[in-house]
């Protein structure tokens, strides 16, 4: 029994958890938002450009985009759910508010998402979802966004 109590816990330790998104309380929601007040203004102003969606990494590749002061899409979804884009980080050590539908997860790979899901009180009306995120080294990194199939998504990137 213990023998097989130990070979249980050595294969559920060798994979790596799933862990589901953190949705923050109401008092870090209010703090994020007074503290960083002017990026989340500046998402309110960004107007999104039509992006045509790359179904694949690869497609992305070809779509490379330079982020330098603030980026702006408004993009479908593939038949899956799916976009990704390729952004191009000129900088070291990054930091930048992503703003994007609220039903949509962001994954980034190669990047830490420090705080995610957060209200952006300064233009309700817009109903964004806000996503901190940080970069270690300049370099292109893939943006996966997943929501529902052929959904009209708005994505919003602003430096932190």
């Excluded at 703090?31 to 497609?59: M, W």
């Excluded at 490379?64 to 990704?84: C, H, M, P, R, W």
Aim: charged share 20%.
């Amino acid at each position: 029994m213990k023998k097989t109590l130990s070979a249980l816990l050595t294969i559920a330790a060798s994979y790596p958890a799933i862990a589901a998104p953190q949705i923050p309380s109401d008092a870090e929601i209010q703090g994020r938002n007074t503290y960083f007040i002017t990026p989340y203004k500046a998402t309110c102003d960004v107007i999104p450009v039509n992006q045509p969606t790359a179904n694949t990494p690869d497609e992305a590749i070809q779509l490379e985009q330079i982020f330098d002061k603030t980026l702006g899409y408004s993009l479908t979804l593939n038949a899956k759910g799916q976009a990704y884009i390729q952004l191009a980080i000129k900088e070291w050590n990054e930091k930048m508010v992503f703003a994007v539908n609220p039903d949509v997860k962001l994954t980034i790979k190669g990047a830490d998402i420090n705080g995610q899901y957060i209200t952006n009180k300064y233009c309700l009306e817009k109903n964004l979802a806000l996503h901190h995120v940080n970069t270690h080294e300049w370099g292109s990194y893939l943006v996966e966004l997943q929501g529902k199939p052929n959904q009209l998504i708005s994505l919003r990137i602003v430096k932190e």
